[in-house]
């Protein structure tokens, strides 16, 4: 089992920026792939990022390419997302995954996570 709960979530005028945290607990958090998704009122849950073990890979959806920065801390069981240039767009519930060793498939895919954290709001206004 492992638990995963986040952090840093708010309320911010778009532009601005805020940072995500995502603590983990009860399992070997270095060992596995790491994700961010978000899901927005009456839409599905869509990939964010992923991040491999090491860190040495890593995908954005093309939505945040080039605004967000995923990244970990496996020293601190730790998972980041630096948001910035925030638009009204990015408002939703932000929820971190661990999956397994590495993705069997695809990184954006839903079930290549087994853990979910219970989401931290965010809303960005205009």
């Known amino acids: 089992q492992v638990q995963l709960v986040e952090s840093g979530g708010g309320v911010v005028q778009a532009g601005g920026s805020l940072r995500l945290s995502c603590a983990a607990s009860g399992r070997t958090f270095r060992s596995f792939v790491l994700g961010w998704f978000r899901q927005a009122p009456g839409e599905e849950r869509e990939f964010v990022a992923a991040?491999?073990?090491?860190?040495?890979?890593?995908y954005y959806a093309d939505s945040v390419k080039g605004r967000f920065t995923i990244s970990r801390d496996n020293a601190k069981n730790t998972l980041y997302l630096q948001m910035n240039s925030l638009k009204a767009e990015d408002t939703a519930v932000y929820y971190c995954?661990?999956?397994?060793?590495?993705?069997?498939?695809?990184?954006?895919?839903?079930?290549?996570?087994?853990?979910w954290g219970q989401g931290t709001q965010v809303t960005v206004s205009s």
């Open positions: 991040i491999s073990s090491s860190g040495a890979t890593i």
């Open positions: 995954a661990v999956g397994g060793p590495f993705w069997r498939k695809k990184a954006p895919m839903l079930d290549e996570y087994d853990y």
